[in-house]
């Protein structure tokens, strides 16, 4: 990684000089034109001062660092200090075209007479005629070329200074990526530069949840062995007992009858835990029907109604129509577990309410109890796998200890948000929000 990011910042670097010393070479050569242009339209002005003189030819040859031509307004060529050559009509030259139209003309071409860029600038002077002055680019870049060594040795030596920036830069900015790899699981110790710290605390927090749920994968592993070896160990207490014949034909049938208690809450407890692992398993919900939560409802208390009526609690519903789309199984599995739940740890004598409820942008599920309800010090932990607030009477009250964390999980697919409310020996209250329903 370190030689790749040295490289690109190499290249980048390589590159940027190159356009600078691209843009700085056209900017210079564009300043010595414009500089060229300016020196020619001042020696014309002045010669042209001298036009009327009689002298004026003489004036001429003494400009020996450019060419000067005296034009005729038919073209014929008058005067050029490149005298040595007979030269041709120059009506059609561009400049002098140029200088009969609007007063000047300037145009740079191939001299035919020199084979060099020349730079030429025309002026009509007032007797009719053309003063034409003229210079050579190899006289212009005279400069250039001899610069041009200082530029090769400037180039070489800001190539030097682009390796070892490259060489700083990418020590700077690989190091704390480095250090971050060594320490992936404790990014806190690294100390990065202000870029990298969203990633950091991302990165952080990433490790905060992975262990957060490897601690609840622990304790569930820890939990889930505990509820599954207590009632095997009754289950295989009892067979033992009768397969060895100590017991008496009297208590074959009560043995019999705990196996098969305890065989039951442990297929409850198998089913639970299959369907919690499902669940963690989806991230939204598969199945999109058109679920009236009320009719649910009605259903499921007529489920509990014996279990109701065996602890001596009545379940009732009410409320009214209030669709949302799901899965109708999910949707009966929480509202079975919160009713279920509020049965088990009433009183005889108590109540359980459940309402459905279709407000603005919202579908309420609540389910109400008057039992026993939840200390304060609990009620942000029964939503927890195999949380129990008093564990003796958990026991004697049945159930796996899963019922909420699988109502948990099915509200998190629907993005409902669960409120609970509860005071010990009044009651408890828990609300499930849906944030949107479906349409009637």
């Known amino acids: 990684?370190?030689?790749?990011?040295?490289?690109?910042?190499?290249?980048?670097?390589?590159?940027?000089?190159?356009?600078?010393?691209?843009?700085?070479?056209?900017?210079?050569?564009?300043?010595?034109?414009?500089?060229?242009?300016?020196?020619?339209?001042?020696?014309?002005?002045?010669?042209?001062?001298f036009s009327e003189?009689?002298?004026?030819?003489?004036?001429?040859?003494?400009?020996?660092?450019?060419?000067?031509?005296?034009?005729?307004?038919?073209?014929?060529?008058?005067?050029?200090?490149?005298?040595?050559?007979?030269?041709?009509?120059?009506?059609?030259?561009p400049e002098v075209q140029e200088a009969l139209a609007s007063g000047s003309g300037y145009a740079v071409r191939i001299s035919e007479v020199s084979g060099y860029e020349t730079h030429y600038y025309a002026?009509?002077?007032?007797?009719?005629?053309?003063?034409?002055?003229?210079?050579?680019?190899?006289?212009?870049?005279?400069?250039?070329?001899?610069?041009?060594?200082?530029?090769?040795?400037?180039?070489?030596?800001?190539?030097?200074?682009?390796?070892?920036?490259?060489?700083?830069?990418?020590?700077?900015?690989?190091?704390?990526?480095?250090?971050?790899?060594?320490?992936?699981?404790?990014?806190?110790?690294?100390?990065?530069?202000?870029?990298?710290?969203?990633?950091?605390?991302?990165?952080?927090?990433?490790?905060?949840?992975?262990?957060?749920?490897?601690?609840?994968?622990?304790?569930?592993?820890?939990?889930?062995?505990?509820?599954?070896?207590?009632?095997?160990?009754?289950?295989?207490?009892?067979?033992?007992?009768?397969?060895?014949?100590?017991?008496?034909p009297d208590d074959v049938k009560t043995f019999a009858g705990r196996i098969r208690a305890e065989s039951a809450r442990l297929l409850d407890l198998i089913g639970d835990i299959i369907g919690l692992s499902?669940?963690?398993?989806?991230?939204?919900?598969?199945e999109h029907e058109r679920v009236n939560l009320f009719e649910v409802s009605k259903s499921v208390a007529n489920s509990l109604s014996c279990s109701a009526e065996n602890r001596s609690v009545s379940l009732s519903v009410c409320g009214g129509d209030a669709f949302i789309l799901g899965s109708r199984k999910r949707l009966e599995e929480l509202i079975y577990n919160l009713a279920d739940n509020g049965i088990r740890y009433n009183k005889p004598g108590g109540s359980v309410v459940i309402r459905t409820e279709a407000a603005a942008n919202d579908i309420l599920l609540t389910v109400s109890d008057t039992g026993i309800g939840i200390p304060k010090d609990s009620q942000s932990r029964v939503f927890e796998r195999f949380y129990r607030v008093?564990?003796?009477?958990?026991k004697k009250s049945g159930g796996t200890g899963l019922g909420l964390a699988i109502v948990k999980h099915i509200a998190m697919l629907y993005n409902a948000e669960i409120s609970l409310k509860s005071e010990e020996n009044i009651g408890t209250v828990i609300t499930v929000c849906f944030p949107e329903k479906s349409e009637e």
Do not use: W
């Not at 008093?390 to 958990?394: E, L, N």
């Open 123 to 248: 002026m009509l002077l007032a007797n009719g005629r053309i003063l034409r002055t003229a210079v050579l680019s190899s006289g212009i870049f005279v400069f250039f070329r001899r610069t041009i060594y200082l530029m090769l040795v400037l180039t070489v030596a800001v190539i030097g200074v682009a390796l070892l920036l490259s060489k700083l830069l990418t020590k700077r900015f690989i190091a704390p990526i480095e250090e971050l790899g060594e320490n992936l699981n404790n990014p806190e110790a690294v100390k990065p530069y202000p870029e990298l710290v969203p990633f950091v605390e991302r990165l952080q927090s990433e490790n905060d949840a992975n262990r957060h749920m490897e601690q609840l994968r622990r304790e569930f592993t820890a939990n889930v062995s505990h509820e599954l070896k207590t009632p095997l160990t009754g289950i295989s207490g009892y067979a033992e007992i009768i397969e060895s014949g100590l017991a008496k």
């Open 278 to 286: 499902e669940l963690d398993t989806l991230s939204e919900e598969s």
């Open 390 to 394: 008093d564990k003796g009477r958990s």
């Open 53 to 93: 003189e009689d002298d004026f030819t003489e004036r001429l040859k003494s400009t020996d660092d450019m060419r000067i031509t005296l034009i005729e307004a038919d073209g014929t060529v008058l005067y050029d200090s490149y005298g040595t050559v007979e030269l041709e009509n120059h009506l059609s030259r």
């Open 1 to 49: 990684m370190k030689k790749y990011v040295f490289r690109r910042l190499l290249l980048l670097s390589l590159l940027l000089i190159n356009c600078c010393t691209a843009l700085s070479t056209l900017i210079y050569l564009r300043s010595i034109r414009s500089a060229v242009k300016s020196d020619l339209e001042k020696t014309a002005h002045l010669l042209a001062s």
